[in-house]
T-cell receptor, first 115, second 111 residues
Framework: EAEVAQSPRYKITEKSQAVAFWCDPI?????LYWYRQILGQGPELLVQ????????DSQLPKDRFSAERLKGVDSTLKIQPAELGDSAMYLC?????????????FGSGTRLTVV | EDKVVQSPLSLVVHEGDTVTLNCSYE??????LLWYKQEKKAPTFLFML????IEKKSGRLSSILDKKELFSILNITATQTGDSAVYLC???????????FGPGTRLSVLP
């Protein structure tokens, strides 16, 4: 079964350092999402891509977060500088709505701990 | 702003019990509601509901949507310890292709 690949699985970083996460969606999925899930809460959308274009980044803290999907396939989410409050699970998901699928598939996530 | 509320937030039962998890929502131009199960990693898809009154069923799990009253329930019968997880509800509208998630219900099934 096709999967959404994410790396790394775990990341510990010191505050004020830079950190980056990578996501490779299911092949052929045009829509890619980055979600942040703080412990005990539901996932919150950070950014949504349609191919290489950003569709929604209204909840992305743009002073420190950036996301790109240059070729419309894999994507990178960066935080610089990291803050203690950024400790969370970062989930990537992809979907192909053209195939009539109104749900999406999540990757295994990157658990970030900022110390 | 779209909103999803889940209840209870936490629930502890014993094996064999039946549980009902609730999800209510406010969304402009509703399209679909999703249920996910999340153990220690990424959420895994359970059900997608788009029409009122049509029960979706998978083994001991079932779910139904009421678009008039704006809620959905997820039922689990004869619970097992492996059902222990956070159950997430999410709703999507017709304006975009993303979903708003609720806070989840943490279910603990004791042996």
């Amino acid at each position: 079964e096709a999967e959404v690949a994410q790396s790394p699985r775990y990341k510990i970083t010191e505050k004020s350092q830079a950190v980056a996460f990578w996501c490779d969606p299911i092949s052929g999925h045009a829509t890619l999402y980055w979600y942040r899930q703080i412990l005990g809460q539901g996932p919150e959308l950070l950014v949504q891509f349609q191919d290489e274009s950003v569709v929604d980044d209204s909840q992305l803290p743009k002073d420190r977060f950036s996301a790109e999907r240059l070729k419309g396939v894999d994507s990178t989410l960066k935080i610089q500088p990291a803050e203690l409050g950024d400790s969370a699970m970062y989930l990537c998901a992809s979907s192909s709505f053209r195939q009539g699928n109104y749900g999406y598939t999540f990757g295994s996530g990157t658990r970030l701990t900022v110390v | 702003e779209d909103k999803v509320v889940q209840s209870p937030l936490s629930l502890v039962v014993h094996e064999g019990d039946t549980v009902t998890l609730n999800c209510s929502y406010e969304v402009t131009n509703f399209r679909s509601l999703l249920w996910y199960k999340q153990e220690k990693k990424a959420p895994t898809f359970l059900f997608m509901l788009t029409s009122s009154g049509i029960e979706k069923k998978s083994g001991r799990l079932s779910s139904i949507l009421d678009k008039k009253e704006l809620f959905s329930i997820l039922n689990i019968t004869a619970t097992q310890t492996g059902d222990s997880a956070v159950y997430l509800c999410a709703v999507g509208n017709n304006y975009g292709q993303n979903f708003v998630f609720g806070p989840g219900t943490r279910l603990s099934v004791l042996p």
